[in-house]
């Protein structure tokens, strides 16, 4: 009878690890998250070959005494539900009590752990108990789990590259570290250390740790709330982005979240600020009241849904958006110098023997990374945030000496040099005129001497047809002329006389591709781009002097004169202190 029961439960076992154990990623999660469970304050992850070969976690937290050591690995042994926390909990991982049992199925575990000076060694193979022993005293737990998926070869092979498993293994524990500051983390991959975090609480210096100096010094804080939300944490400056929004992390109430809603919200924020198809660093830590919080979460993918969205949007967007206007924001030339980092270690794959030392002998030295560099960049941001608070204008005042290749203006003052992209200069200050003239409630019109003649597709017809008042509100005369055309005979008065023509047409064209949630905002930001870019000088185009200097005043009058309405940057600042170092000026004895 016994026998059968546990032929049963084995194969239960397997087949539940076919569910919930896909990939090395879902182990160390397993894992990572009953360490947390134990109370520790220090989580180390080693991993031999990014999991595939060994996936040894390390925790000081509370331990097990032998009992529920063996009983953690049997299928019916689900976390007490203690308080609405662990409700949260429950529901964003989904599958707990039933992993560690389905993990010890498909590969070879060894669990060593301690409970009042009692020490636990237990072993098991493909789910079988083989060993369960007195170990040595220890401060917590050490779980090793090697070969997964050894006696299901099936599912071994559809283990993803090692760059591939050590790659999500890296993104989860970022992203854990980042909402647990105050615990100590270590990643390994075969001795090469990824991530390590100090577990000081300091959510700049994870930052620090997972992103580098540079990253961690172009952070603003962020800190607000409303009726129904708390929130906290660090955005990028805009000159810092990246091709994928994986870098905007959302924390709440303590755990990693994803939403697009609140994405969409802090992209739109950073609106021609940055190319919109690249996406800043972000860590928000929202706090809020469980309740508002919708229980249909998804079981794996993290999604959260409130009940109070819109309060949650407003307050972030505002936040954003008066975190990163009125900034001074000139892009420097010279990147300070960097460590090499983590980060560059991770390709490193090549096994290269074994270690001498046990890896969770290793004692890792807290000071040579985080603490030194750490003084340095918060005093950088204090100096720049103290800027800020000083500041008389936006764009410091400048003079042209001179242009290249018909293209970037060089200018100067007694703080450095600036290059000026003279079209993304030109095309800021367009677009931000077009803005107010399209916003302003007395447009005037100008009537044209030859009216214009539009032909179009009856599908484009009927939709323009519809959308007429859009145009006649920006006092353009329009009316249907013979079959699916239309005549314009007046325009706004904003529209410069050159490229009438094709600034019309396009204005059309943008009515009807912007059919679908019209707003209006939106299309007079379409409008305002486009005619802003067709209006700028070229590149490769003279100006003289004069004309650069018309042009500086322009943009520094700008609401951001720091970017063109695309998001490219206008102007790059080369201090006098980098220029210096550039021609290795300083630190030399010059009078060789
Ligand atoms: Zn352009
Ligand atoms: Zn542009």
């Known amino acids: 009878?016994?026998?059968?029961?546990?032929?049963?439960?084995?194969?239960?076992?397997?087949?539940?690890?076919?569910?919930?154990?896909?990939?090395?990623?879902?182990?160390?999660?397993?894992?990572?998250?009953?360490?947390?469970?134990?109370?520790?304050?220090?989580?180390?992850?080693?991993?031999?070959?990014?999991?595939?070969?060994?996936?040894?976690?390390?925790?000081?937290?509370?331990?097990?005494?032998?009992?529920?050591?063996?009983?953690?690995?049997?299928?019916?042994?689900?976390?007490?539900?203690?308080?609405?926390?662990?409700?949260?909990?429950?529901?964003?991982?989904?599958?707990?009590?039933?992993?560690?049992?389905?993990?010890?199925?498909?590969?070879?575990?060894?669990?060593?752990?301690?409970?009042?000076?009692?020490?636990?060694?237990?072993?098991?193979?493909?789910?079988?108990?083989?060993?369960?022993?007195?170990?040595?005293?220890?401060?917590?737990?050490?779980?090793?789990?090697?070969?997964?998926?050894?006696?299901?070869?099936?599912?071994?092979?559809?283990?993803?590259?090692?760059?591939?498993?050590?790659?999500?293994?890296?993104?989860?524990?970022?992203?854990?570290?980042?909402?647990?500051?105050?615990?100590?983390?270590?990643?390994?991959?075969?001795?090469?250390?990824?991530?390590?975090?100090?577990?000081?609480?300091?959510?700049?210096?994870?930052?620090?740790?997972?992103?580098?100096?540079?990253?961690?010094?172009?952070?603003?804080?962020?800190?607000?709330?409303?009726?129904?939300?708390?929130?906290?944490?660090?955005?990028?400056?805009?000159?810092?982005?990246?091709?994928?929004?994986?870098?905007?992390?959302?924390?709440?109430?303590?755990?990693i979240v994803r939403n697009y809603e609140i994405n969409k919200a802090i992209n739109e924020a950073y609106h021609s600020y940055k190319p919109d198809n690249r996406y800043p660093i972000t860590v928000i830590n929202i706090e809020v009241d469980p309740s508002v919080i919708d229980v249909n979460i998804h079981p794996t993918k993290m999604d959260i849904k409130f009940s109070k969205m819109d309060s949650l949007i407003d307050l972030i967007s505002k936040t954003v958006t008066s975190a990163i206007t009125g900034r001074t924001l000139l892009v420097e030339g010279v990147k300070k110098e960097e460590k090499p980092k983590y980060e560059n270690m991770m390709l490193n794959l090549e096994r290269h023997g074994s270690s001498v030392k046990e890896p969770e002998e290793i004692e890792l030295p807290l000071d040579t990374l985080v603490t030194n560099d750490f003084e340095e960049i918060e005093s950088d941001i204090k100096e720049r945030e103290e800027y800020e608070k000083t500041k008389e204008e936006l764009m410091p005042e400048m003079w042209p000496v001179g242009l290249v290749h018909g293209t970037y203006i060089v200018a100067q003052n007694e703080k450095g040099m600036y290059l000026i992209d003279e079209h993304a200069a030109k095309e800021r200050c367009n677009y931000e005129r077009f803005m107010k003239q399209m916003g302003s409630p007395t447009l005037a019109s100008t009537a044209l001497l030859f009216p214009i003649m539009i032909e179009l597709s009856n599908e484009e017809f009927i939709i323009l047809k519809e959308n007429l008042d859009i145009l006649r509100n920006l006092k353009f005369k329009i009316e249907e002329f013979g079959i699916n055309s239309v005549i314009v005979k007046e325009h706004p008065a904003w529209i410069p006389s050159s490229n009438v023509d094709w600034d019309i047409r396009k204005i059309i064209e943008t009515v009807i591709n912007t059919q679908k949630e019209f707003s209006i905002e939106k299309f007079n930001e379409k409008v305002a781009t486009m005619m802003s870019c067709k209006h700028a000088i070229r590149a490769n185009t003279n100006i003289t002097l004069d004309d650069m200097e018309a042009l500086i005043e322009d943009l520094r009058k700008c609401k951001n004169p720091f970017n063109c309405p695309h998001g490219r940057p206008t102007t790059i600042f080369y201090s006098n202190y980098d220029l210096e170092k550039l021609f290795k000026r300083t630190g030399f004895d010059l009078k060789k």
């Open 1 to 255: 009878m016994a026998v059968i029961k546990v032929m049963d439960e084995l194969l239960a076992n397997k087949i539940a690890a076919g569910e919930v154990v896909e990939r090395c990623a879902s182990v160390v999660k397993e894992l990572v998250e009953n360490s947390i469970d134990a109370k520790s304050t220090e989580i180390k992850v080693f991993l031999e070959d990014a999991g595939t070969r060994e996936i040894k976690v390390v925790d000081n937290g509370k331990g097990m005494d032998a009992t529920d050591a063996v009983l953690a690995f049997s299928r019916h042994a689900t976390s007490k539900i203690d308080d609405e926390e662990d409700l949260f909990r429950l529901q964003t991982l989904g599958f707990r009590g039933e992993a560690l049992a389905s993990i010890a199925s498909v590969s070879k575990v060894e669990l060593k752990t301690c409970q009042e000076d009692i020490g636990t060694l237990v072993l098991i193979n493909g789910g079988k108990l083989l060993k369960v022993d007195r170990g040595d005293a220890r401060v917590g737990t050490s779980m090793s789990v090697s070969e997964l998926f050894y006696n299901t070869p099936a599912r071994l092979k559809h283990m993803k590259s090692l760059y591939t498993e050590l790659s999500s293994i890296t993104d989860y524990m970022n992203k854990l570290a980042l909402s647990k500051p105050n615990i100590r983390f270590l990643l390994s991959n075969n001795d090469n250390i990824i991530l390590r975090t100090d577990g000081s609480g300091n959510l700049l210096k994870v930052i620090q740790s997972i992103y580098g100096n540079n990253v961690a010094r172009k952070m603003i804080r962020i800190e607000n709330e409303n009726a129904d939300y708390v929130i906290s944490g660090y955005i990028s400056l805009p000159e810092i982005h990246r091709s994928s929004r994986n870098n905007m992390v959302t924390i709440v109430n303590g755990r």
